[in-house]
């Protein structure tokens, strides 16, 4: 840390918000980076482990410890939120998470964006979560890797460093919360990891990239603007995110799956169909059968990457029962319901917000 000291001008300084700068150069932008664990915070005896590492195992100041280029674009308040790996970020959480960056990015003029680290294998749902309930036009940034911090060529540096310059570029305001890894910028809105294993992972195969990052430097192809089918959530009052369920399709699907998580207290049911939507006839059957009897939202998303389930495909009976999913893949689909179920909104009114990302909508 000797190295990191040379590069500011004044160390240890604590903010009008509270907030803990250990390097402070007052002529540098300010953000927070907000780390939760994943494989950037991951290590391995073995200097070739791609899998099989512990994730979570580093502190947020040890990594940005080996990274003083950050300490040249930013003051930062570093938070060590948790260092899990990502399957067992909690919705809790996120709640804490989206309360956190409103008091203390949003709400505060001194502080230009934020900087997230987490575990890839869930970072599209917790980005497309702070997404939807985040929302004053300041970058907040999600960055992980994919080759822990122990690795030859661990991509994890190179990705914070790539996070924090985005956070304070005034071109990555209001575009909603971003993705940054593999010098590329994606829109948390649409990103989804494609690859389990290789750093090429995070994309909007539709949609795009926003911008690609060279010698660190940011660029966006397009001037800034929110997708159509884009819904903000308030989460001020809401205390928990009920349980939303995802339930793989698959040939001659059984029904004993849905009854079983309906029993084991889902509030809602995300169903990755097949193709547009493709259930089997039994479990279209007991969709109908639960959602009379319970009235639950149930949605029909798809297990492709890509693609939509139009309401179109989605006929009879079903068509008052099932929600259509539009674009949003399972995932997307399950953060998205739990926040309409949050809010107490009711079958038509999380009908009509999905419909937005259909193209009957448009
Ligand atoms: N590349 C990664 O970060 C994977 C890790 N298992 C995680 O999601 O926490």
Do not use: W
Not at 72 to 77: G, K, M, S
Not at 172 to 182: I, P, T
Request: hydrophobic fraction near 40%; proline fraction near 3%; charge should be negative.
């Amino acid at each position: 840390s000797a190295l990191i000291h040379s590069r500011a001008t004044n160390t240890s300084y604590t903010n009008s918000n509270g907030l803990k700068f250990d390097y402070f150069n007052a002529s540098l932008p300010n953000i927070t980076l907000i780390a939760t664990g994943g494989t950037i915070a991951g290590i391995s005896d073995d200097k070739t482990a791609t899998a099989g590492y512990e994730s979570g195992a580093l502190g947020i100041n040890e990594i940005l410890s080996t990274i003083p280029e950050d300490l040249d674009i930013a003051n930062i308040n570093a938070v060590q939120f948790d260092n899990v790996n990502s399957g067992d970020v909690s919705s809790s959480l996120l709640l804490n998470l989206t309360r956190t960056l409103k008091t203390t990015v949003c709400n505060d003029p001194t502080m230009s964006g934020a900087v997230i680290t987490h575990g890839t294998d869930t970072l599209e749902e917790s980005a497309f979560f702070v997404d939807a309930t985040v929302n004053c036009g300041k970058p907040i940034v999600f960055v992980g890797s994919m080759r822990p911090s122990t690795a030859i060529s661990a991509d994890g540096p190179m990705n914070l460093l790539q996070g924090v310059t985005v956070a304070v570029d005034e071109d990555a305001k209001d575009r909603g919360s971003l993705v940054v890894m593999n010098d590329r910028i994606v829109s948390a809105f649409f990103a989804t990891k494609t690859q389990a294993n290789t750093m090429d992972t995070f994309k909007a195969y539709e949609q795009g990239n926003l911008g690609m990052i060279v010698s660190n430097k940011p660029y966006f192809y397009y001037p800034a603007v929110q997708a159509n089918a884009k819904y903000f959530a308030d989460v001020e009052g809401v205390n928990a995110i009920p349980r939303v369920d995802i339930l793989y399709a698959y040939e001659d699907m059984h029904s004993d799956s849905i009854y079983s998580a309906v029993q084991n207290g889902a509030k809602g049911i995300v169903v990755a169909g097949e193709g547009a939507g493709g259930i089997s006839t039994e479990f279209a059957q007991a969709i109908n059968d639960i959602v009379s009897r319970v009235g639950i939202p149930i949605v029909l998303s798809h297990r492709t990457v890509n693609g939509e389930v139009p309401t179109s495909s989605i006929t009879g009976d079903n068509e008052k029962t099932q929600i259509a999913s539009g674009m949003f893949n399972p995932q997307q689909a399950r953060v998205l319901l739990g926040l309409l179920s949050a809010e107490d909104k009711g079958l038509g009114e999380i009908r009509s917000v999905f419909r937005k990302a259909t193209t009957a909508y448009v």
